[in-house]
């Protein structure tokens, strides 16, 4: 059974960092490749992804210049480093995996492998 744990979460002061760690297990071909992040009352969003050979990057908008999404040297493992965090970066952090071709990559819709999260609080 095919499985991803995110880990690295944890509660820091405004401008602070965080560096989030998510690995799959279960596959030998198995590899999260995008994180979204959920806040109470709002709709899960994409903030990060990664193309699966690693080569090609995407952000939202609200985290470019300030998130970096990297694979480990092992493939299966996928990093969110995260720096100047700001409150608005508090959410329940997920990672994903098993994208369906063609799918926007910042739809929840286009994953069928998600992780149980971690989460992420920041202090003004």
């Known amino acids: 059974q095919v499985q991803l744990v995110e880990s690295g979460g944890g509660s820091v002061q405004a401008g602070g960092s965080l560096t989030l760690s998510c690995v799959a297990s279960?596959?030998?071909?198995?590899?999260?490749v995008v994180w979204f992040r959920q806040a109470p009352g709002k709709e899960r969003e994409g903030v990060a992804g990664?193309?699966?050979?690693?080569?090609?990057?995407d952000y939202a908008d609200s985290v470019r210049g300030r998130f970096t999404i990297f694979q480990g040297d092992a493939k299966n493992v996928l990093h969110l480093q995260m720096s100047t965090l700001e409150p608005e970066d508090s959410a329940m952090y997920y990672c994903?995996?098993?994208?369906?071709?063609?799918?926007?990559?910042?739809?929840?819709?286009?994953?069928?492998?998600w992780g149980q999260g971690t989460q992420v609080t920041v202090s003004s």
């Open positions: 279960g596959h030998s071909n198995a590899r999260p």
């Open positions: 994903a995996g098993e994208r369906r071709s063609g799918g926007d990559w910042f739809l929840p819709a286009t994953y069928s492998l």
């Open positions: 990664i193309s699966f050979g690693g080569t090609i990057t």
